[in-house]
């Protein structure tokens, strides 16, 4: 054991070196290099010898990725693997002004390190303020495995698999954009990488009509598996899938948002997911023989319990209301002006004039595409009975 | 007329407060340049209601990036329009609703970002709304915005160059520098989704009509003592950047 400003790890250098790959994709990316840091420095030494140590100079950081493909080329299973140590939650000390971690490896060994609390934040600083650490001590692209073999390698780690998968969609987007709708449509993806999938469907466009159809689909059944999950991680993972689906699901498909309008899962979906159908008709009304029967009663619903007295506040409560009026107004729910109605009650005269401003845009965006349809027609009295208020 | 309120308002430079300062919640709060003061280079919402003594730790919501909750960034300044309870409510409902776009950013960071325009719309494959990308100052414009607060003219700023961008952006040097390597670019792309400062609303040498963290802290410096609502604040010169003026 060290004190709290290094990184010593009683294994194998490789499980340093697996300890720092691993911290580098658990915390923050200050930790990270912290860590890679502290193993180059405690620990590397043996491990780059197989690793072309001309690679780093000696006061260089080790650019993650870089020793990663490095420990590919030489079939450094144990490196880059990510098997022989894991990261444990970290604490906080705000009097010391340290953010501590532990290390283990694989043999249950603990290690402790700290680092300097946070950096103050600007603008771009958490992205750019790793860019002195992107600048490679030496090009490598011509002698490791090319991005998509990594990415598609099952055998990988989800870690090593996001950074090739980061290049892919740099260097291929069409390519790696077929690959990610592949993923999604698997379900037996581990919770890490099939996490990953999630994220890049929103990083990447679908040219495809019809793969963003099953991308869509495939998206929302993540999220409504996922939404039952007690891990923090899984959160912005799911709200991710049902915004990204909300952005390309064709209307027809639509009833597929129905189980993610229910409360009781530990991430509440509703908000997201109201958000998601109004996306749906932002440019155009819903076409009429689409059947939104069921999903009109269900925001209907939704929006009379959250504009109840004794439930609504502002905030998400507030939110939600707000955003199933206009759902439900978009989608032609014969109870809109009710709902309006409801709203006024607030006497909240900033509220209504969003809910006013929001429709009228939706107003505006259908105008040139459906003048005169019978869902603009009841947004139009929506607006007016929401001016009855000033 | 203002609503009458316990909290104060106008702007703050808190190393010169040691005895308090009562914040309310979704107020303005600002850092300095690491290298520059008093050049804000960051500004965010404060999270709730606080007693700030001096330079302190303060939770926060902003656009980091990426878009989230913070917590423990020292901050230098305050900057207070003595909101109503409405507006409060207002902003608060902002807050949650944008809340469904925070994100890990794990697959392109710079997909959340923009310098110029504040904010845009990034739509779908299908023309439709997907999320929004917000520089800094463009979160605390559009939350205030939704209270029906306009605190500074987007429409009216002035032009920045690029050494004057570089010292609001700190990294900005660091990435031109990597950007105009031979695989410079690349690299920024593979690693983080960077697609050139074209994409960041910053094409070629500038100059920028850019909004600055610190025109918000001119813009709520003129609600100290004020009985009626200000107009919104029209940025005339980038030494406004800095608060106060040098």
Redesign the interface.
């Known amino acids: 054991m060290t004190g709290n400003n290094e990184l010593t790890l009683p294994g194998s250098s490789s499980a340093a070196v697996s300890a720092a790959m691993l911290a580098a994709h658990s915390a923050d990316i200050s930790t990270s290099l912290l860590v890679i840091e502290a193993a180059q420095r405690l620990a590397l030494k043996q491990a780059t010898k197989r690793i072309r140590p001309t690679q780093f100079g000696a006061n260089e950081f080790v650019r993650l990725s870089e020793l990663l493909r490095s420990a590919i080329s030489n079939r450094d299973e144990a490196v880059f693997s990510c098997q022989t140590a894991s990261v444990t939650a970290g604490t906080y000390s705000e009097s010391e002004g340290l953010r501590k971690y532990r290390l283990k490896d694989e043999h249950g060994t603990e290690d402790e390190f700290a680092r300097p609390s946070p950096r103050r934040p600007s603008d771009l600083q958490s992205n750019v303020g790793t860019v002195k650490h992107l600048d490679p001590p030496a090009p490598v692209t011509d002698e490791r495995p090319h991005a998509s073999l990594l990415a598609t390698d099952r055998a990988l780690s989800s870690e090593l698999r996001l950074e090739a998968l980061r290049e892919w969609i740099a260097s291929d987007p069409e390519a790696a954009s077929q690959f990610v709708a592949t993923e999604l449509h698997r379900n037996d993806s581990q919770s890490n990488w099939s996490r990953i999938v999630i994220y890049a469907a929103e990083a990447i466009r679908f040219q495809d009509s019809r793969v963003r159809e099953q991308v869509a689909s495939d998206l929302l059944h993540h999220a409504v598996r996922l939404r039952h999950s007690t891990s923090s991680e899984d959160a912005p993972v799911v709200l991710c899938a049902i915004r990204r689906a909300g952005s390309i699901i064709p209307e027809d498909r639509l009833s597929e948002f129905l189980p993610l309008l229910t409360a009781g899962s530990p991430i509440d979906t509703r908000l997201v997911t109201l958000q998601a159908i109004t996306a749906v008709f932002n440019c155009s009304p819903p076409t009429a023989s689409v059947d939104v029967q069921k999903l009109s009663e269900r925001i209907v619903t939704l929006a009379e319990k959250h504009w109840d007295t004794d439930v609504f506040k502002a905030g998400e409560v507030s939110a939600i209301a707000i955003e199933a009026t206009i759902a439900a107004t978009v989608l032609g729910a014969s109870q809109a002006i009710d709902l309006g109605t409801l709203a006024l009650r607030t006497c909240r005269q900033l509220l209504v004039g969003k809910l006013r401003t929001r429709l009228q845009c939706v107003m505006q965006n259908w105008h040139s595409v459906s003048p005169g349809s019978r869902n603009a027609e009841l947004i139009e009295a929506m607006v007016s009975h929401l001016n009855s208020a000033e | 007329m203002v609503e009458e309120t316990a909290f104060f308002a106008g702007t703050v430079v808190l190393k010169d407060r040691i005895d308090g300062v009562q914040a309310r919640r979704f107020a303005v709060v600002g850092?300095y340049?690491?290298t520059n003061r008093p050049f804000v280079?960051?500004a965010?919402l404060l999270a709730r209601d606080h007693e700030l003594k001096g330079e302190c730790?303060l939770p926060l919501f902003?656009?980091?990036?990426?878009l989230a909750t913070?917590d423990?960034?020292?901050c230098h300044l305050l900057g207070q329009v003595g909101l109503t309870n409405?507006?409060?409510?207002?902003i608060?409902?902002w807050?949650?609703?944008i809340?469904?776009?925070?994100?890990?950013?794990?697959?392109?960071?710079?997909?959340q970002?923009v310098?110029c325009p504040h904010m845009v719309w990034v739509?779908?494959?299908?023309?439709?709304?997907?999320?929004q990308r917000f520089?800094?100052v463009g979160y605390v414009i559009e939350a205030y915005r939704?209270?029906?607060i306009e605190l500074i003219e987007t429409e009216r700023l002035p032009e920045v160059d690029k050494e004057l961008l570089k010292v609001?952006?700190?990294?900005?040097a660091?990435?031109e520098r990597?950007a105009q390597?031979p695989?410079?670019t690349?690299?920024?792309?593979?690693?983080?989704?960077?697609q050139g400062f074209d994409d960041l609303g910053a094409p070629g040498d500038g100059p920028w009509r850019v909004a600055l963290?610190g025109y918000l802290f001119h813009a709520t410096d003129r609600y100290r003592d004020n009985p009626v609502r200000p107009p919104t604040f029209v940025a005339t010169r980038i030494e406004e950047a800095s608060f106060p003026l040098g």
């Open positions: 850092i340049s690491l280079v960051h965010a730790h902003h656009m980091g990036p990426p913070g423990g960034h020292v409405e507006e409060i409510e207002a608060d409902d807050v949650a609703s809340s469904t776009q925070y994100c890990e950013t794990i697959i392109l960071p710079f997909q970002y310098v739509n779908s494959e299908e023309g439709r709304p997907l999320r520089s800094c939704s209270a029906g609001a952006y700190p990294d900005f660091q990435m990597i390597k695989k410079g690349a690299i920024l792309a593979n690693t983080k989704g960077f963290a």
